[in-house]
């Protein structure tokens, strides 16, 4: 999954490609639209390339496929229109070794189909052409994370003077060359910055808002009158709402918004409704000795959710990531370990995948139960890892092992697996091992290690033990127990 706090790679001009004078480069069919562009060069000598392609490439071939008495049929048209129809944005053809031009009825399917045909001159090689491609993809991807970096540097400053929401808007409307509003619960405009957009777009805005707030999204985006729109809920439903309206959508326009959503979260959260008093006043509470449900009506009514979430990147979790990921659950309650995050969320928020994130979500509780959702979290985020799935709910459904007190079922446990403890890598790949069916490729996926480290660990566990793990009543009882550890 990609990173949200990470711009996606922009494509590479076709007209930049083709200003490369080192390729000698050549268009010679096909529509000259300045705005195409190349997502990634693939070669290929398939008759029928539309099943290999994924949309968006330069495909390079140098006709091997081709028959002798291809140009006395239909043999190009039906080539070219499987590549349109693939989502191919340019074919790229090789003169020589195989053929001394490109062939006439190739420049006439490519123009009637409306392809753009490039000629790759003898002395440029395809592997020249894709690293061009990939050099070019480098540096705008270069750019706009030097761009991005900047937007949020200058963001986070506005959000430090006197007056921070009109700072940020303003601040946001520059990067993006266009406007931003900030919308109240009513959905009245509150603030604005930017040039404001003509005819049906203010109108088309103001409705995107209102319809994140009545369906309790976190973010929609719509086009009308040649302009980008975009909405991001601020906050845990007080209402509020971002509005950007752009004429253009560059990969790290998001990324941007989401940096100025977050902070305009925090601006406008801590004065509606007294949420940030209530917070403080509960914490103050707990480090006082209160219980967790004698504080619990100062956070807010009903029943809870414990979210663990783990991020798909390498590393600890980035606290304004975290802050981004509370924002998007519907919560501000949030908290930064090493390795996961932590989420306090109301049940009437129904938790969605994330991009960029692994979900474990606990059942429902109230508060006397929050420590037993926070395990159930727990287990959830690491069947989650397991499995490779975005998010696993923990099982509502009463299972057998609930039958067993769990003081004993604990104690049981702990005397089963304590040849391995000490060793939490043994312990973790048993865990992954009989939760994926003794998988030894998907264990070894699941957690990042060859396969022969999975079996030289089971080795391991099945000698500590001493116990048969082929046995399948064996890996009923050890999947019991690991569970209660």
Do not use: K
């Not at 790229?92 to 123009?111: I, N, S, W, Y």
């Not at 009513?186 to 994140?212: D, K, N, Q």
């Not at 209160?290 to 009903?302: E, H, R």
């Amino acid at each position: 999954m990609p990173d949200p706090a990470v711009p996606p790679t922009p494509p590479v001009p076709l007209a930049a490609l083709l200003a490369r004078e080192d390729l000698a480069l050549r268009q010679i069919a096909g529509p000259a639209d300045p705005a195409a562009v190349v997502h990634w060069a693939h070669t290929s000598e398939m008759a029928d390339p539309y099943p290999y392609l994924l949309g968006g490439e330069l495909l390079l071939t140098a006709g091997v496929h081709i028959p002798e008495a291809a140009g006395s049929g239909t043999y190009f048209d039906d080539y070219v229109a499987r590549i349109v129809a693939a989502g191919g944005a340019a074919l790229g053809f090789g003169v020589a070794p195989v053929h001394d031009r490109v062939p006439r009825a190739l420049v006439a399917a490519c123009d009637a189909y409306e392809l753009p045909l490039i000629e790759v001159p003898p002395q440029t090689t395809f592997s020249g052409v894709a690293r061009a491609v990939w050099q070019l993809m480098a540096q705008a991807r270069h750019a706009e994370l030097r761009r991005v970096t900047e937007a949020q540097q200058s963001l986070a400053a506005a959000a430090a003077r006197p007056h921070p929401v009109p700072s940020v808007l303003g601040q946001l409307a520059r990067r993006v060359t266009g406007r931003a509003v900030l919308y109240g619960p009513e959905g009245t405009e509150i603030a604005s910055a930017g040039r404001e957009p003509e005819g049906e777009a203010a109108e088309a805005l103001a409705r995107l808002a209102r319809l994140v707030t009545e369906r309790s999204s976190t973010t929609a985006t719509d086009t009308t009158a040649g302009l980008h729109l975009a909405a991001y809920a601020l906050g845990a439903g007080h209402g509020f709402v971002l509005g950007v309206a752009a004429p253009r959508r560059d990969p790290g326009d998001h990324t941007i918004a989401s940096v100025a959503a977050v902070l305009l979260s925090l601006l406008t959260g801590e004065h509606q409704s007294g949420t940030g008093t209530a917070r403080s006043s509960a914490l103050v509470r707990l480090l006082l000795g209160a219980a967790p449900q004698d504080v619990a009506a100062l956070l807010g009514a009903g029943e809870w959710l414990v979210v663990h979430a783990g991020p798909d990147t390498p590393g600890a979790p980035d606290p304004v990531a975290a802050s981004a990921l509370g924002a998007a659950l519907g919560s501000p309650l949030v908290d930064v370990a090493r390795d996961v995050v932590r989420v306090l969320v109301p049940a009437r928020w129904e938790p969605a995948p994330q991009p960029g994130w692994t979900l474990g979500v606990s059942a429902a509780v109230g508060p006397r139960e929050w420590a037993d959702a926070d395990t159930q979290a727990a287990r959830a985020l690491a069947r989650a890892r397991a499995t490779r799935g975005e998010l696993v709910r923990h099982g509502a459904r009463p299972a057998l092992a609930d039958l067993v007190p769990s003081d004993e079922a604990e104690a049981h446990a702990r005397a089963l697996l304590a040849p391995l403890t000490g060793t939490p890598a043994l312990t973790e790949t048993l865990r992954a091992w009989l939760s994926l069916h003794g998988s030894w490729d998907r264990t070894a996926v699941a957690l990042a290690v060859h396969r022969n480290t999975v079996r030289q660990r089971i080795a391991r566990c099945a000698a500590l033990l001493e116990t048969d793990l082929d046995d399948p009543d064996v890996r009923m009882e050890l999947w019991f127990a690991l569970r209660r550890l």
